[in-house]
Nanobody, 123 residues
Framework: QVQLVESGGGLVQPGGSLRLSCAAS????????IGWFRQAPGKEREGVSC????????YYADSVKGRFTISRDNAKHTVYLQMNSLKPEDTAVYYC????????????????WGQGTQVTVSS
């Protein structure tokens, strides 16, 4: 069955970096888009970035553009989110999710979700 497992979260100081991983199984990454979302306490889940595995096209929310980089390794069935210059407002639970073919920033468009990994940016 389809499984998505996030890892790499943790506590980091402002200005620091983290790399999140989303390990996918139960489907062929080539035909799907993988999105990263985040949800802070008391806020709605929001789209952060997405990659279309077939051609590598990417999307970034304005709030993370220039600081976050999404990439994928289809052979390892893994999608990464490199997060640099982290800010306290990046603190959230980060989720990866899968949908067919094209990227989307809308939560309802995604079929499968991981369990999430906590990212805390604090001094």
């Amino acid at each position: 069955q389809v499984q998505l497992v996030e890892s790499g979260g943790g506590l980091v100081q402002p200005g620091g970096s983290l790399r999140l991983s989303c390990a996918a199984s139960g489907f062929t990454l080539d035909y799907y888009a993988i999105g990263w979302f985040r949800q802070a306490p008391g806020k709605e889940r929001e789209g952060v970035s997405c990659i279309r595995s077939s051609d590598g096209s990417t999307y970034y929310a304005d709030s993370v553009k220039g600081r976050f980089t999404i990439s994928r390794d289809n052979a390892k069935h893994t999608v990464y989110l490199q997060m640099n210059s982290l800010k306290p407002e990046d603190t959230a639970v980060y989720y990866c999710a899968q949908r067919e073919y094209y990227c989307s920033i809308y939560v309802p468009d995604y079929n499968y979700w991981g369990q999430g990994t906590q990212v805390t940016v604090s001094s």
